[in-house]
Structure formats: structure tokens, C-alpha cells
């Protein structure tokens, strides 16, 4: 995943919110999402990433869309924020909407992350157990 690096300047003690809690949420999202539609081509995953997108804390709050603007190694076409915020949005909107898509990248990511680590896992799992080496008969 194309993660920034979290910034040596984040303060754990300070309320403010962190790129390391920015990518935690996601791959929580991601592990849930992987949970429930374990099919990747589950159409219905489409719908979750959705819904946990649009009604993140990220995106809901002001402060944050910025936050996720900041730590998000995606950035949306401008054409395309314009385009989704509509004729008449105001900087905010768009500035919501650019969160928006580059989160919902992000959580895309972390995902195709999470299947593969489960695919990994499950091939493990499935491979026959290494048998103890056998001492020859004296």
C-alpha cells in the first residue's frame, strides 16, 4: 500500500488525529469488509465501502477531511471533484469530496491488502504438515 510515513512532529499524547490512526480506522474497515464479503467479487463489498466512507468520522468532520487529505497517498483528479461537488459547491464541498474519493482509494487498498494477507494465511493452512524426519531402524 502506498502509506505516507507518519510524521515525526505527531504528538500520541495530543488529541490531534494522526496519520497512524488514519491508516488504523482503514485497515479495521478493510478487515471487517474482508470479513463479511470474503468473496472479492462480491458486489455487496462495493455497497460497505460506501457506507463506511461516507459515514466515517473522517469525512463527517471538517478537521478531519483536511487530516485525510494530508495523510492520504491518493489524490483525486480536480476535474472529477468538481464534477462529483456539483456546479454550484463551495471550496468545502469540494474539499470533502476530494477526502471522500482518496479515502475511499485508500480503503480499496487496505483491502486488496487484507485479501491477499488471507489468501496467504489460507495456503499456509492448507499445505501439508512438514513430516518429522524419520530415523532409519539399526
Known amino acids: 500500500m502506498g502509506t505516507k510515513p507518519a510524521s515525526n512532529t505527531e504528538d500520541p499524547m495530543s488529541n490531534e488525529p494522526t496519520s497512524i490512526e488514519y491508516y488504523a480506522d482503514l485497515k479495521s474497515m478493510a478487515a471487517e469488509i474482508c470479513e463479511q464479503y470474503p468473496d472479492p467479487n462480491d458486489d455487496d463489498r462495493a ?26 497517498s491518493n489524490e483525486p483528479d480536480a476535474k472529477e471533484v468538481q464534477a462529483m461537488s ?53
Request: with cysteine; aromatic share 8%; hydrophobic share 35%.
Open 47 to 72: 455497497d460497505r465501502v460506501h457506507e463506511d466512507v461516507d459515514g466515517s468520522q473522517w469525512i463527517i468532520y471538517t478537521y478531519r477531511v483536511g487530516k485525510v487529505l494530508e495523510y492520504s
Open 86 to 138: 456539483g456546479p454550484d459547491a463551495d471550496w468545502r464541498k469540494q474539499q470533502q469530496v476530494a477526502a471522500y474519493m482518496a479515502m475511499e482509494q485508500d480503503l480499496w487498498e487496505c483491502i486488496r491488502e487484507e485479501d491477499e494477507r488471507r489468501e496467504e494465511e489460507a495456503d499456509k493452512a492448507a499445505e501439508p504438515a512438514a513430516a518429522a524426519p524419520v530415523e532409519p531402524a539399526s
